[in-house]
């Protein structure tokens, strides 16, 4: 079987890519081929609201089961891509099926990573990556009254707090000395960190889990390196992800973590683009650095240029990275990359659970974290895009709204 674009991955970077390419004409053949047996859908929701049951699957479709025949996109689900042969232009999958291509977009995503430790694949441990494991989660729910959580990025902390909500027990484990400590800065951690065990979570910071103890089959609790024992009949890892591109570095394209990929999202190999969580990029946004981005942003936007590559309308990946995640009654809304930061500035109160943090590198804004507040969001966005300069004490006063900012830069 042959496809002009053939698609690796139906998550949010596959799915774009195709919605895009039909929305800008393209009128050859396309197929998105993922592992997963459901069509595309919303990946966030997995530690938020389908977690929590408040919103059933149909609401985080992407896109409707009946949209993708009804564009001429063939949708090959629970099909697994394992090796991909650059020179005849053709992908291999698990069960044996070879797909010709003439365009290859690789969207693959990442897999949740394990715990390397004892114990780690016991019956009641969790990575929070796909709908099959948030079902998993859910199914077990009703017969847990502890859950310990390894990890206090996003994930892990979205989770708590449904399980939270949900009246269990939560013990959170970080082994950094604060929650968030690769996305944000000490503040948010901190502000974080009160919110959750405001709610009850107990949190413990550098933490070391040891192993996952059990009963020969089901998980029963936690040892830590300190030899703290904490039960629990469920554990939670969100401890991040490994690209998945190893049919791709096999086949020789570069990378290392996830697949090289230039401004085109051209891997180093011909007719083969990579987008989304598994691209490796220089990003403007890190000054340049060779990044990958873990975010419905930066996969839809990737699938965007290279919908517009190959629809002869080139344009190389210059997008603001965004990110949000929601905790309880908090939205946070994240605007460029705040890694590396010299300066942050408080807009607005904690304790009012309503400000932002604005930070700053060599005088220049290059990111800002917005607990509920919209408008600081939208109008800051600007200044990140801009590189602007300001005075960190006007930022600070939340009688100057943001767009003032932005226009004076
Ligand atoms: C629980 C959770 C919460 C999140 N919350 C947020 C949020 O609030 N905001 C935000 O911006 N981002 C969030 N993210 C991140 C966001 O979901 C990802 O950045 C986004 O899904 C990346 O899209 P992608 O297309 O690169 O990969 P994915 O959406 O992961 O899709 C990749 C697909 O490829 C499939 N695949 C992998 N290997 C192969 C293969 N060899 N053959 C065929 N198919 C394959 C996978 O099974 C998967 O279905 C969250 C992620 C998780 C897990």
């Given at each position: 079987?042959?496809h002009?674009?053939?698609?690796?991955?139906?998550?949010?970077?596959g799915?774009?890519?195709?919605?895009?390419?039909?929305?800008r004409?393209?009128?050859?053949?396309?197929a998105?081929?993922?592992a997963?047996?459901?069509?595309?859908?919303?990946?966030?929701?997995?530690?938020?609201?389908?977690?929590?049951?408040?919103?059933?699957?149909?609401?985080?479709?992407i896109?409707?089961?009946?949209?993708?025949?009804?564009?001429?996109?063939?949708?090959l689900?629970g099909?697994?891509?394992?090796?991909?042969?650059?020179?005849?232009?053709?992908v291999?999958?698990?069960?044996?099926a070879v797909?010709?291509?003439g365009?290859?977009?690789?969207?693959?995503?990442?897999?949740?990573r394990?715990?390397?430790c004892?114990?780690g694949?016991?019956?009641?441990?969790?990575t929070?990556?796909?709908?099959?494991?948030?079902d998993?989660?859910?199914l077990?729910l009703?017969?847990?009254e502890?859950?310990v959580?390894i990890g206090?990025g996003y994930?892990?902390?979205?989770?708590a707090a449904?399980?939270?909500a949900?009246?269990?027990?939560?013990?959170?484990?970080?082994?950094a000395?604060?929650?968030?400590s690769?996305?944000?800065?000490?503040?948010?951690?901190r502000?974080?960190e009160?919110?959750?065990?405001a709610?009850?979570?107990?949190i413990?910071?550098?933490?070391?889990?040891?192993?996952?103890?059990?009963?020969?089959?089901?998980a029963t609790g936690?040892?830590?390196?300190?030899?703290?024992?904490?039960?629990a009949q469920m554990?939670?890892v969100?401890?991040?992800?490994?690209?998945?591109?190893?049919?791709?570095?096999?086949?020789?394209a570069?990378?290392?973590?996830?697949v090289a990929?230039?401004a085109?999202c051209?891997?180093?190999?011909?007719d083969?683009?990579a987008i989304g969580d598994c691209a490796q990029?220089a990003?403007?946004y890190?000054g340049?650095?060779?990044i990958?981005?873990?975010?419905?942003?930066?996969a839809?936007?990737?699938a965007?240029t290279?919908?517009?590559?190959?629809t002869?309308?080139?344009?190389?990946?210059?997008?603001?990275?965004?990110?949000?995640?929601?905790?309880?009654?908090?939205?946070l809304?994240?605007?460029?990359l705040?890694?590396?930061?010299?300066?942050?500035?408080?807009r607005g109160?904690?304790a009012?659970r309503?400000f932002?943090i604005?930070?700053?590198?060599?005088?220049?804004?290059?990111a800002?974290d917005?607990?509920?507040?919209i408008?600081?969001?939208?109008?800051g966005?600007?200044?990140?895009?801009?590189?602007?300069r300001c005075d960190p004490a006007?930022v600070?006063?939340?009688?100057?709204?943001l767009?003032?900012?932005?226009?004076?830069?």
């Amino acid at each position: 079987m042959h496809h002009d674009v053939l698609i690796v991955g139906a998550g949010h970077g596959g799915a774009q890519a195709a919605i895009t390419l039909r929305q800008r004409g393209y009128a050859g053949s396309i197929a998105i081929v993922g592992a997963e047996p459901e069509p595309p859908y919303e990946r966030p929701p997995l530690s938020k609201d389908y977690l929590s049951g408040a919103k059933p699957f149909e609401r985080i479709l992407i896109r409707p089961a009946a949209f993708w025949e009804g564009r001429g996109i063939t949708v090959l689900p629970g099909r697994r891509v394992v090796a991909v042969d650059p020179a005849a232009h053709a992908v291999t999958t698990a069960d044996g099926a070879v797909l010709g291509y003439g365009q290859l977009i690789w969207a693959a995503g990442g897999e949740a990573r394990r715990l390397a430790c004892a114990g780690g694949d016991l019956a009641g441990v969790h990575t929070v990556r796909t709908r099959a494991d948030a079902d998993r989660m859910r199914l077990e729910l009703p017969a847990v009254e502890q859950v310990v959580v390894i990890g206090g990025g996003y994930v892990g902390l979205e989770a708590a707090a449904v399980l939270r909500a949900a009246g269990k027990r939560v013990v959170l484990l970080e082994q950094a000395d604060r929650v968030l400590s690769r996305v944000a800065g000490t503040a948010l951690s901190r502000f974080y960190e009160g919110e959750h065990r405001a709610q009850g979570v107990d949190i413990r910071l550098g933490a070391r889990v040891e192993a996952i103890l059990g009963d020969g089959r089901q998980a029963t609790g936690v040892r830590l390196g300190d030899g703290t024992l904490i039960p629990a009949q469920m554990v939670v890892v969100g401890i991040g992800i490994t690209p998945a591109v190893e049919p791709l570095l096999a086949a020789g394209a570069e990378g290392g973590d996830g697949v090289a990929v230039d401004a085109f999202c051209r891997t180093s190999l011909p007719d083969i683009r990579a987008i989304g969580d598994c691209a490796q990029h220089a990003n403007a946004y890190a000054g340049g650095q060779r990044i990958r981005l873990e975010s419905v942003q930066n996969a839809n936007d990737m699938a965007i240029t290279v919908a517009k590559a190959l629809t002869g309308a080139a344009e190389p990946y210059h997008a603001v990275p965004w990110f949000w995640s929601n905790q309880y009654d908090l939205k946070l809304q994240t605007v460029g990359l705040s890694a590396g930061h010299d300066t942050a500035v408080l807009r607005g109160a904690p304790a009012a659970r309503s400000f932002s943090i604005v930070y700053f590198r060599a005088g220049r804004v290059v990111a800002l974290d917005c607990v509920n507040a919209i408008r600081d969001y939208t109008q800051g966005r600007a200044l990140v895009e801009g590189g602007a300069r300001c005075d960190p004490a006007v930022v600070a006063d939340i009688t100057v709204p943001l767009k003032d900012l932005a226009a004076a830069a």
